[in-house]
């Protein structure tokens, strides 16, 4: 076990994030000193390298991917170069009020009534009342589909890189298209877009 944490005191950064990678550990936005934290504990909890391949890939392409009109149809992830006419101008939002939010997530989020009345309690509206939320951009796609993308501050850590939070919308009705998003990305962004309700 001492050999180890030698060993793990002498690594370097891209080292460690490779280390930890292999054992399925989330290695982003981290300093060298809590990688190396990361990394010793892993070797205390034995942590075995996985043999199971990475599938944050195809989870990104399920992510992307929407039926429309009986037609399968993928774009690009959020992060890629062929996006280039991302904008903060969010006037082109479809109009949508609160009580859209409120069907949104009564019925495809299944929110019961109780979580509803305490929505503040939320970690994605505390993000965005704490003023973590920045730099909300979209972005239009084919088949009447948009991006809507934002950068949030960490919590624990406001001096670390911003995350990336995003979904992926049906223009015209404003419903999310995926079921299982995230319901921190969901509140979130829809606490971020309230002020853009019509009335």
């Given amino acids: 076990m001492a050999g180890n944490s030698k060993c793990i005191d002498s690594m370097l950064k891209p080292e460690l994030r490779s280390f930890l990678m292999a054992r399925g550990m989330t290695v982003s936005n981290y300093t060298l000193a809590q990688l190396r934290e990361l990394a010793n504990k ?5 942590l075995p390298v996985l043999t199971t391949p990475d599938d944050t890939a195809s989870f990104l392409l399920e992510r992307c991917t929407v039926v429309v009109d009986n037609e399968t149809v993928t774009f690009p992830v959020v992060v890629s170069p062929k996006l280039k006419s991302w904008t903060d101008n969010l006037s082109s939002l479809p109009m949508f009020c609160q009580a859209d939010i409120l069907v949104y997530l009564l019925g495809h989020a299944s929110w019961s009534k109780e979580r509803l009345k305490g929505f503040r309690k939320e970690k ?3 993000l965005h009342v704490d003023g973590h939320v920045h730099t909300v951009e979209l972005h239009s796609l084919t088949h009447d589909h ?34 299982d998003v995230n319901v921190q990305v969901m509140m979130v962004l829809v606490s971020t877009l309230l002020p853009y309700c019509s009335a």
């Fill in 42 to 46: 892993a070797v205390e909890l034995g």
């Fill in 124 to 126: 994605g509206y505390r």
């Fill in 146 to 179: 948009i991006y809507v993308r934002a950068q949030c501050t960490r919590e624990t850590s406001q001096s670390e890189k911003a995350y990336l939070t995003w979904c992926l919308l049906e223009k015209e009705m404003l419903v999310l298209c995926q079921q």
